[in-house]
């Protein structure tokens, strides 16, 4: 098969299209022929030789993927060979096929094209198993979005207002803002012109949010805090602006805060395949009714990654990029 392959460490030319082996598939795994595959900041890290990939999984790059079942293993009851699905992986997405536990893999969501299906399972399992089944906002409740226009930003904030969530997003232009307006944003915050801090106290009343959804890291730590309400949630998903801050620690204490931090792609087999359930019974529901949409920026073929890695690289993009196969 082919595969996108990192030769080295460095910028995107170190991404090349190579003739590999077929991946090897154990008896509880499916071979999904893959039809498309998405970016995520974690696969520009893994390229960089700073993320590599959990030991037993592919060491090819894409953390999801979807297509069309061509194998399965003994074990496996749910899926049969042809049924189009779409899966959370631990790497091998960039690729013509990849071998996947069961338990990380759903079917396309109705009404969503087999290419479209691969911009789902990354993001869908991050927010719904952050923000949800951890910091379990609710009904009624406030949440913030750093990164509002990214993949993860434009899932988040459709699902979240499905569930009568008041939703604030951050965006660095006015494009991005507007984009996040149009997907249902309540609130939409230019971090470049404008303090985040200030105008989500002018929101609320001087109260602040419920839950923050975070992927800067060290520098919004302490204005995180500050921007959270009594019983607030920060939960941190990411480091663009770096790990290392200094913090008033006080304000946990007065106000009980919660602060939280966890990948997707380090986690065991079991909690994926849990995280996967709760997707699919939870998520997958709305996106069948029209009420979460894929929104995808741009597809390239498999081909083309490394032009993909320096868009996203660029940071011009709006929601996901896929690379087709």
């Known amino acids: 098969m082919k595969a996108v392959v990192i030769t080295s460490a460095g910028d995107p030319k170190v991404l090349e299209l190579q003739e590999v082996e077929d991946p090897q598939m154990k008896d509880d795994q499916v071979l999904i022929k893959v039809a498309a595959t998405a970016l995520n900041r974690a696969d520009t890290l893994q390229r960089q030789g700073k993320y590599p990939p959990p030991k037993g999984d592919s060491e090819y790059p894409g953390l999801e993927c979807s297509g069309t079942v061509e194998a399965v293993g003994k074990d496996v009851t749910r899926w049969k060979i042809g049924d189009q699905v779409c899966a959370l992986i631990g790497g091998g997405g960039y690729a013509e096929k990849v071998a996947v536990p069961t338990g990380q893999v759903l079917p396309v969501p109705s009404g969503v094209s087999l290419q479209d299906a691969a911009s789902f399972p ?15 906002l609710s009904l009624g409740e406030t949440f913030l979005i750093h990164g509002g226009s990214s993949g993860i930003g434009t899932f988040a904030i459709q699902i979240a207002k499905c569930l009568g969530v008041k939703v604030f997003i951050t965006a660095g232009s006015e494009e991005k803002l507007a984009a996040c307006k149009e997907l249902g944003a309540d609130v939409c915050i230019n971090y470049k012109t404008e303090d985040f801090v200030t105008r989500i106290k002018e929101e609320t009343g001087g109260k602040g949010v419920d839950v923050i959804l ?14 959270l309400n009594v019983d607030g949630r920060l939960f941190i998903i990411g480091f663009m602006g770096g790990t290392v801050t200094q913090v008033n620690l006080g304000c946990l204490l007065a106000r009980r805060l919660t602060v939280q931090a966890a990948g997707l792609r380090s986690r065991s087999a079991k909690n994926k395949a849990q995280i996967v359930r709760e997707v699919e019974k939870n998520v997958w529901p709305a996106i069948a009714a029209g009420k979460v949409k894929p929104v995808v920026y741009k597809y390239f073929p498999l081909a083309e990654a490394a032009e993909a890695h320096q868009l996203m690289e660029s940071s011009k993009h709006i929601g996901k990029i896929l690379l087709t196969v």
């Open 122 to 136: 990354e993001v869908a399992c991050t927010v719904w198993s952050t923000v949800f089944m951890t910091s379990k």
């Open 214 to 227: 975070d992927n800067i890291g060290g520098p919004y730590f302490q204005r995180n805090l500050d921007s």
